[in-house]
């Protein structure tokens, strides 16, 4: 893996939103939405890792990575909670994922040129 400054963006962004996701485990048991961390860690771990397999598709899994950042963030638009309050509150956390998510998607972008 060629740890760039961006792709260590992707990689940290890409985390948090993952582990805000599962964060909700205790609170929402097996629920989409904490599967869909599990999603962003398989989406970063082949994006990232220096697995022939993946790296021969770059270009498709970073299209896969953003497709699936844009679609939870509008899914969380359509379906999500919006309340906030300065806490780790279910509510509060979509929040602070979406924060992640767009920080993910402008390192994504900047990348856009080594993923091909």
């Not at 996701?21 to 860690?41: C, E, K, Q, S, T």
């Given at each position: 893996?060629?740890?760039?400054?961006?792709?260590?963006v992707i990689l940290l962004s890409g985390l948090a939103?993952?582990?805000?996701?599962l964060f909700l485990f205790p609170r929402l048991g097996?629920?989409?939405?904490?599967?869909?961390?599990?999603?962003?860690?398989?989406?970063?771990?082949?994006?990232?890792?220096?697995?022939?397999?993946?790296?021969?598709?770059?270009?498709?899994?970073?299209?896969?990575?953003?497709?699936?950042?844009?679609?939870?963030?509008?899914?969380?638009?359509?379906?999500?909670?919006?309340?906030?309050?300065?806490?780790?509150?279910?509510?509060?956390?979509?929040?602070?994922?979406?924060?992640?998510?767009?920080?993910?998607?402008?390192?994504?972008?900047?990348?856009?040129?080594?993923?091909?």
């Amino acid at each position: 893996m060629n740890l760039t400054g961006t792709r260590l963006v992707i990689l940290l962004s890409g985390l948090a939103t993952a582990l805000l996701h599962l964060f909700l485990f205790p609170r929402l048991g097996v629920d989409p939405i904490v599967l869909n961390g599990l999603g962003y860690l398989a989406l970063l771990g082949a994006y990232l890792l220096p697995i022939s397999f993946f790296q021969e598709r770059r270009g498709l899994i970073w299209w896969l990575l953003v497709g699936y950042t844009v679609l939870t963030f509008i899914l969380w638009i359509i379906l999500g909670s919006k309340e906030f309050a300065l806490d780790l509150s279910t509510p509060a956390i979509g929040y602070y994922a979406r924060f992640a998510e767009i920080i993910l998607l402008i390192s994504l972008w900047l990348d856009k040129s080594r993923s091909k």
